[in-house]
C-alpha cells in the first residue's frame, strides 16, 4: 500500500465525519426541543473533532506542506469522498434522524473494526471515537423508533424519510481501489463484511418502530469516488466561506 492509497482511505472515513457535522451545525439553535437541539449540536461537535484527529494525521503522511485547516477547507468538490448519504438535506426533523441513524449504524460497526487496525493512529483514532458513536446511535434509534410508533404525522414523515434515504445506504459499503489496498494491508475495514449485520440490525429497528423497509433494487452512489449530489457545492461554499475569505484562519 503506498501513502497515497492511505491517505484516500481515511478521506473516504473523514469525510464522511465532515460533511455530516456541516449538515448538522446548520441545524444549531433550530432543534425542535431544547433539548435535542443541543442533543444534535453534541453530534456535531464530536464529529468535528473526529475529523480534525484524521486530518491531522493525513497532514502528517502529505509530502506537501499543509495543515488540517488546508485539508478541510480548501479542496474541490471532487476531492471530497464521503457518501451521498451525510450530505443529503435537512428536509425536516425526520429526514435529519433518519439520515443520522443509518449512518450511526455503520459508523459504530466500522469503528469496532478499525480498533483492529495494524495502523496505531487509526486504530488510535478509533478507540477513542466510538464512545461517542455509540451514543449517536443510541439517540438516533431511539428517535426512528419514537418517531415511526408516534402519531399518524410523523409515521408519516419517517416513513417518507427512509423511502427517500434508503437508496443512499448501500453506498457505504463499497470499496475503491484505495480501500483494497488498505484493506489488504490490514490498515482498513472490509466494509463488505459488515454489510448483512447492518441491514439486519436496521430492519429490525425500522421494524418495531413499525416502518417498511423499502423494496429497491437501484441504489444511488459516486461519493466515494468524488461525484456528489447537487447539494455538495451548497455545503461546501458555506464550509469553506471564511478560509477563503480570510485565508490561513485556524480551527
Known amino acids: 500500500m503506498t501513502n497515497q492509497n492511505l491517505i484516500k482511505y481515511i478521506y473516504g472515513i473523514a469525510d464522511n465525519a465532515l460533511i455530516l457535522g456541516q449538515r448538522l451545525s446548520e441545524l444549531c439553535g ?16 464530536d464529529l468535528l473533532g473526529q475529523t480534525r484527529s484524521y486530518y491531522q494525521y493525513i497532514a502528517e503522511l502529505s509530502k506537501e506542506d499543509i495543515t488540517e485547516d488546508d485539508v478541510a477547507f480548501l479542496r474541490k468538490e471532487r476531492e471530497y469522498l464521503n457518501v451521498l448519504l451525510v450530505e443529503q438535506p435537512n428536509t425536516d426533523f425526520a429526514h435529519v434522524i433518519t439520515r443520522q441513524y443509518f449512518f450511526d449504524e455503520f459508523h459504530f460497526r466500522l469503528l469496532e473494526q478499525l480498533q483492529e487496525s495494524q495502523n496505531v493512529n487509526l486504530q488510535a483514532i478509533a478507540k477513542k471515537s466510538i464512545k461517542e458513536v455509540a451514543y449517536h446511535r443510541q439517540f438516533s434509534s431511539d428517535w426512528v423508533k419514537r418517531l415511526g410508533d408516534g402519531t399518524e404525522v410523523s409515521h408519516e414523515k419517517m416513513q417518507l424519510a427512509v423511502s427517500n434515504l434508503w437508496p443512499y445506504t448501500n453506498e457505504l459499503f463499497m470499496t475503491t481501489k484505495d480501500d483494497v489496498a488498505a484493506i489488504n494491508s490490514n490498515h482498513g475495514v472490509d466494509v463488505n463484511g459488515l454489510k448483512n449485520n447492518y441491514f439486519n440490525k436496521v430492519a429490525e429497528v425500522l421494524n418495531e418502530a413499525t416502518l417498511k423497509v423499502p423494496d429497491l433494487d437501484y441504489f444511488q452512489k459516486g461519493g466515494k469516488k468524488g461525484i456528489h449530489t447537487e447539494h455538495m457545492g451548497f455545503i461546501l461554499s458555506d464550509l469553506q466561506y471564511m478560509q477563503r475569505t480570510y485565508p490561513n484562519m485556524k480551527w
Open 30 to 45: 433550530h432543534g425542535p426541543t431544547l433539548e435535542t437541539d443541543i442533543a444534535m449540536t453534541n453530534i456535531a461537535l
